[in-house]
């Protein structure tokens, strides 16, 4: 049996949507598992020559988890030995969700392994991922495609259609990194009642101008007071980067927590010549979430 997933990159928070929105990418990590093939991990793309090949990477990990938490359901559920293949196109801790990816492509995996259980069910392919990497804002948006709010507490994700006419532009940094939870150490515990206001009415105006393709709404409602400035000025490069796309009246934000830059094209307003070390990437929005095909 031979089972490929492909699992889109995704940029959280857009701007004020901090720890809740989601977008997908239409670039996207390729993981096969052969069960015929000899045992073993391997990897080509992004981050090769980095990532482990010992089972302990993400992905091994998320599908071992994922076969223990459904034999605790399921005593005797198990799946056979496989060897895991990964393609990857999305960038390492450069807030495209590389993690998340991993974790989705993992759960997706071994939900098809154990059987006809419901792999197909985005929730629970995004339920079992996040709790395992932490980062619902991305699995949610990498399991369902599109545009996903999640509500923390509740456990609730919604899916949006963004709309067509959507141009985004990763701004993508050659040399620099952001480790995500670095970037979550930097932030305060606590948030100024203002700036929490000022954020959920530019959330509000950000669903509004994504799903309707308002770009010059869009431009307006990508700001935020909770996160941003303080990660930008982890890395001055990024920080610049974005207010000079601002000040050219660009629709522009952290691509989750940086140091990659999320933009958004228009007539008149193009991103341009990028500073040295830096390279954009234009994918497109991915309506899909988490695809899987099975070759028996």
Same mark, same amino acid.
């Given at each position: ?100 990816? @991993? #974790?989705? !492509?993992? *759960? $997706? +995996?071994?939900?098809?392994? =154990? ?87 530019? @959330? #509000?105006? !950000?669903? *509004? $101008? +994504?799903?309707?393709?308002? =770009? ?81």
């Amino acid at each position: 049996m031979r089972v490929t997933v492909r699992v889109p990159a995704t940029s959280a928070n857009l701007g004020p949507g901090f720890d809740c929105f989601g977008l997908a990418l239409d670039l996207c990590n390729e993981m096969t598992v052969d069960t015929e093939a000899e045992p073993g991990v391997t990897w080509e793309g992004e981050g090769a020559d980095e990532l482990p090949t010992d089972g302990s990477d993400m992905v091994s990990r998320a599908i071992a988890s994922t076969v223990e938490h459904q034999s605790r359901i399921h005593p005797g559920a198990g799946v056979p030995s496989f060897r895991l293949h990964g393609m990857n196109r999305i960038p390492f801790e450069r807030g495209l969700g590389s993690s998340s990816a @991993a #974790a989705v !492509a993992g *759960v $997706a +995996l071994a939900r098809t392994l =154990l059987g006809p259980a419901g792999f197909d069910d985005p929730y629970a392919t995004f339920a079992y991922a996040s709790e395992l990497e932490g980062h619902p804002d991305n699995a949610a948006s990498a399991a369902y495609g599109g545009l996903t709010v999640f509500a923390s507490g509740s456990g609730y994700v919604h899916r949006l259609e963004p709309h067509p006419d959507l141009d985004p532009v990763v701004l993508v940094p050659e040399r620099l990194r952001l480790p995500t939870a670095a970037a979550r150490r930097a932030l305060a515990t606590t948030v100024d009642r203002q700036d929490a206001v000022f954020n959920i009415g530019h @959330a #509000a105006l !950000a669903v *509004v $101008a +994504l799903t309707q393709g308002d =770009l010059d709404l869009l431009l307006v409602a990508l700001h935020d007071r909770l996160h941003e400035s303080v990660r930008a000025a982890m890395v001055p490069e990024t920080a610049m980067l974005l207010d000079d796309l601002r000040h050219r009246q660009l629709a522009a934000c952290l691509s989750g927590a940086g140091p990659s830059v999320l933009a958004f094209e228009r007539r008149g307003h193009l991103v341009g010549d990028l500073p040295d070390g830096w390279r954009a990437i234009r994918p497109g929005v991915r309506t899909e979430g988490v695809e899987v095909r099975v070759e028996p």
